[in-house]
T-cell receptor
Framework: GEDVEQSLFLSVREGDSSVINCTYT??????LYWYKQEPGAGLQLLTY?????DMKQDQRLTVLLNKKDKHLSLRIADTQTGDSAIYFCAEVYNNNDMRFGAGTRLTVKP | DVKVTQSSRYLVKRTGEKVFLECVQD?????MFWYRQDPGLGLRLIYFSYDVKMKEKGDIPEGYSVSREKKERFSLILESASTNQTSMYLC?????????FGEGSRLTVL
């Protein structure tokens, strides 16, 4: 299909790890992105990964890319209540067009 | 601090009214975008502009038009609002992939 697919909801306990998964569509996508939207705010770019990489780590965030399966994941270690937000996966295709997933709402319970 | 500012956070309009949503960015970006965000559907691109007075249709342009008279300002126009245009509207600027978003304008059409 032509959709970037994500689960809509994820709930974790504070201190646990969160893993948000995404399946994208275009095997020639050069960059894949994770955006975060906090309540009442616009989206902010969280991190991205270039398609020739398998993994990227940035403090508590780990991005894993499986190009064969067109699967992207975002792992948040030691999840905090401040991580509660909607997380959007996005791909760039046709070199210049961008497609977003529906977003995963992460709820962190104390 | 970079900023994308949307003029109205909340609007309530009646069916058939004309609606203007304005967006201003202070980063001297060439590209500006209008998305709508609906639960379960994620972000869908309405229109974008890559230069002053230039505009391109996105995925869902029907019922909308845009205006880019100055580089920093990109306006979304609903000529005759309808109830199915009740949504959150997000403006963004930047290069494909690395976008900066405004806080959003929540429009309710009665």
């Amino acid at each position: 299909g032509e959709d970037v697919e994500q689960s809509l909801f994820l709930s974790v306990r504070e201190g646990d790890s969160s893993v948000i998964n995404c399946t994208y569509t275009d095997s020639s996508s050069t960059y894949l992105y994770w955006y975060k939207q906090e309540p009442g705010a616009g989206l902010q770019l969280l991190t991205y990964i270039f398609s020739n990489m398998d993994m990227k780590q940035d403090q508590r965030l780990t991005v894993l890319l499986n190009k064969k399966d067109k699967h992207l994941s975002l792992r948040i270690a030691d999840t905090q209540t401040g991580d509660s937000a909607i997380y959007f996966c996005a791909e760039v295709y046709n070199n210049n067009d961008m497609r977003f997933g529906a977003g995963t709402r992460l709820t962190v319970k104390p | 601090d970079v900023k994308v500012t949307q003029s109205s956070r909340y609007l309530v309009k009646r069916t058939g009214e004309k609606v203007f949503l304005e967006c201003v960015q202070d980063m001297d970006h060439e590209n500006m975008f209008w998305y709508r965000q609906d639960p379960g559907l994620g972000l869908r691109l309405i229109y974008f502009s890559y230069d002053v007075k230039m505009k391109e249709k996105g995925d869902i342009p029907e019922g909308y038009s845009v205006s880019r008279e100055k580089k920093e300002r990109f306006s979304l126009i609903l000529e005759s609002a309808s109830t199915n245009q009740t949504s959150m509207y997000l403006c963004a600027s930047g290069d494909t992939g690395e976008l900066f978003f405004g806080e959003g304008s929540r429009l309710t059409v009665l």
